[in-house]
């Protein structure tokens, strides 16, 4: 069964320092992978897509890894701010074999950066 | 001013009752989608669109429908059918469809049935 797992559910950090989220696969064949960003309230905004044959992509202060081996990916926020607070979405799209519409979406990291 | 917007903001109804979600992009965009987002979990595919007057029934496609008249409007309405519409309802947009193709969502819509 295609999924994606996100961990951890939520996250609590001191502004200022770093964090990792995770975000792990079965979705096969694989086509790309893409980090959301999605404050309270508002739709998601995409920070970065990985193909397979990416190990590492850098949005200024978030970098994302993945590991199409072990199906697993991350993503790194440095020096967090207040505005990092939101929820991270993991979203893996299957290949060209599947259904071209079909995106496998996480259910978030909800991260909150406090002061 | 380029984007997708979503009205209304806040929606209320009554059990029983139909109501119509509006979304509208002005990015010149081929494929429009509706997602359902509910607390914990994963957004919910819905209905998509590839092109206009062509729409296709995607996961929950149960007790929704919706029209694509026109390039810009992908409106979704959420009929009485559906038996647990309470929800935060996405709409995106992407310049064709297609997995690789960065979909752009608008800012929401959160429906309540009283």
């Known amino acids: 069964k295609n999924q994606v797992e996100q961990s951890p559910q939520s996250l609590i950090i001191l502004e200022g320092k770093n964090c990792t989220l995770q975000c792990n696969y079965t979705v096969s064949p694989f086509s790309n992978l893409r980090w959301y960003k999605q404050d309270t309230g508002r739709g998601p905004v995409s920070l970065t897509i990985m193909t397979f044959s990416e190990n590492t992509k850098s949005n200024g202060r978030y970098t994302a890894t993945l590991d199409a081996d072990t199906k697993q990916s991350s993503l790194h926020i440095t020096a967090s701010q207040l505005s990092d607070s939101a929820s991270y979405i993991c979203v893996v799209t299957p290949g060209r074999e599947y259904n071209f519409n079909k995106f496998y979406f996480g259910s978030g990291t909800k991260l909150n950066v406090k002061p | 001013d380029g984007g997708i917007t979503q009205s209304p903001k806040y929606l209320f109804r009554k059990e029983g009752q139909n109501v119509t979600l509006s979304c509208e992009q002005n990015l010149n965009h081929d494929a429009m989608y509706w997602y359902r987002q509910d607390p914990g979990q994963g957004l919910r595919l819905i209905y998509y669109?590839?092109?206009?007057?062509?729409?296709q029934k995607g996961d929950i496609a149960e007790g929704y429908s919706v029209s694509r008249e026109k390039k810009e409007s992908f409106p979704l309405t959420v009929t009485s059918a559906q038996k647990n519409p309470t929800a935060f309802y996405l709409c995106a947009s992407s310049i064709a469809s297609g997995g690789y193709n960065e979909q752009f969502f608008g800012p929401g819509t959160r429906l309540t049935v009283l």
């Open positions: 669109s590839q092109i206009v007057n062509d729409f």
